[in-house]
């Protein structure tokens, strides 16, 4: 077990909540908006940069213009544009999308591409997380044409256009291809200061099947959003493309560290506390009396303060963000499985202090107990496989965990069966240490062992 708490420890990093609509502690994603179709927009993008700068600009107020300016306006010159002080700056979050920003003194062309797949719409926004930055959300039409909408929201929840961006966006035509099997979606924006700017992205597989800009949003896919930090720095080629490429990952919000060790302590509690507690009832009954006392030591003095932290950690880092409590499937389980929890500790105790003076056989309580012990393990492992698999990308943005947990959830899943069930070879001798025990305690007119201890000490 010394051997696999490290490893566990490595697995811990999984088990985090679900984030509301946007789905990103520190990760944000959906849309962004204010405009409609090819005509160009009204959206947002005040953003804040990695050094703390914050772009605004003084066209929030001015109307809309259509435009058709090409992706070589951000350049808007002949020969090399590097000769020109263009940069910008590329990266393709999980291989899902790629962001490209071409960068010019006034303006920067940001470009949105599908990678593997078709998208309904995809999004960036400027900021670190969902709540509280400007974004700008593009979608293709039957027609061909595009719809830009910018769009904000100060929660986890569909967000909703912005009448009057800090920053207007203007749809690219030229530098879009809507009807693309992989689409591209390009807008320019007036430039924010700094070299590196947070970002967030997002991209959904569901059209929203109007060109109005305030259409409603299906949300977008589990893994599919998340926070970037893009350099804008690298040199552009003659093409007009960035020639290389350059992003990092921000650190994580204190709301994001929260979950983090909530995912730390659950997993440390569903995937070896709950079990080995279980194991040494089964294993070590028929061979050593300390059995019980280890089976409740690690299965309530142990196991209990570190569920009630980890529940603490996870009721905090969600109120801390402003997502919702127990709203999507990950909350709700985890929630059942703290019941269950209750219920389980609560009938040992029963089992344990409560005894029938004239019993004959094992009570029905004796067997519910085992049963709702193992269904609880399970759900246990269901929900740690959960919080790695859906869960840990959307509330921190890093992509999918190692393989290495992955692996290592296998393995515990297969041999903790292996384990328990192969232990069911004792059982035999097990029924029969309590047959002659129930023997022994009738013919001393005893309810329990324990009575008939304390006499004999007397």
């Given at each position: ?272 506390l709950l079990p080995v ?155 029969r240490m309590e047959r002659e ?22």
């Amino acid at each position: 077990m010394r051997l696999l708490l490290p490893v566990l420890l490595s697995a811990a990093l999984v088990s985090a909540q679900g984030y509301g609509y946007g789905g990103g502690y520190g990760g944000g994603d959906d849309n962004g908006g204010g405009d409609s179709s090819n005509s160009g927009g009204d959206s947002g993008g005040g953003d804040d940069s990695a050094s703390g700068n914050s772009g605004s600009d003084d066209t929030a107020s001015s109307p809309i213009v259509p435009t058709s300016s090409s992706s070589s306006a951000a350049a808007s010159a002949t020969g090399n544009p590097t000769s020109l002080g263009v940069t910008g700056g590329k990266t393709c979050p999980n291989n899902i999308m790629c962001i490209t920003a071409t960068v010019n003194a006034s303006t920067t062309l940001y470009e949105l591409s599908a990678v593997s797949s078709k998208p309904g719409w995809m999004a960036i926004g400027f900021g670190q997380t969902m709540a509280n930055s400007p974004m700008v959300i593009m979608w293709a039409n039957a027609d061909g044409t595009v719809t830009l909408s910018q769009r904000q929201a100060d929660n986890e929840i569909m967000p909703t256009v912005v009448p009057s961006p800090p920053r207007v966006a203007t749809l690219d035509d030229s530098a879009s291809e809507a009807l693309a099997a992989l689409p591209t979606f390009a807008f320019t924006i007036p430039t924010q200061s700094g070299t590196k700017q947070n970002l967030i992205w997002a991209f959904g597989s569901t059209n929203p099947g109007s060109k109005d800009a305030s259409a409603t949003l299906v949300q977008h896919d589990i893994g599919s959003s998340g926070p970037i930090i893009l350099d804008v720095s690298q040199p552009v080629g003659v093409s007009g493309t960035p020639t290389a490429s350059g992003s990092e990952l921000p650190p994580l919000s204190s709301s994001q560290k929260l979950i983090v060790a909530h995912a730390v302590v659950f997993a440390i509690a569903f995937m070896l506390l709950l079990p080995v507690g279980a194991l040494f009832a089964r294993l070590l009954r028929t061979s050593t009396t300390f059995w019980f006392k280890a089976h409740w030591i690690v299965q309530f003095y142990i196991t209990a303060p570190a569920i009630i932290l980890g529940f603490a950690f996870s009721v905090a880092g969600v109120q801390q963000h402003g997502s919702g409590h127990f709203n999507d499937d990950h909350k709700r389980l985890g929630l059942v499985i703290c019941i269950l929890y209750v219920v389980q500790c609560s009938l040992g105790a029963i089992i344990h202090f409560i005894k029938s003076a004239t019993r004959l056989r094992r009570p029905p309580q004796n067997y519910l107990h085992a049963v709702l012990g193992l269904v609880i393990i399970g759900l246990a492992l269901a929900q740690v496989h959960s919080g790695y698999d859906k869960e840990w990308n959307a509330a921190t943005g890093r992509g999918e965990v190692s393989n290495g947990v992955k692996i290592v959830w296998i393995i515990w899943v297969v041999l903790l069966p292996v384990l328990y069930f192969g232990g069911l070879a004792f059982l035999p001798r097990q029924l029969r240490m309590e047959r002659e025990e129930r023997q022994e305690r009738e013919a001393s007119g005893f309810a329990d062992k324990r009575q008939m201890q304390r006499s004999q000490d007397a």
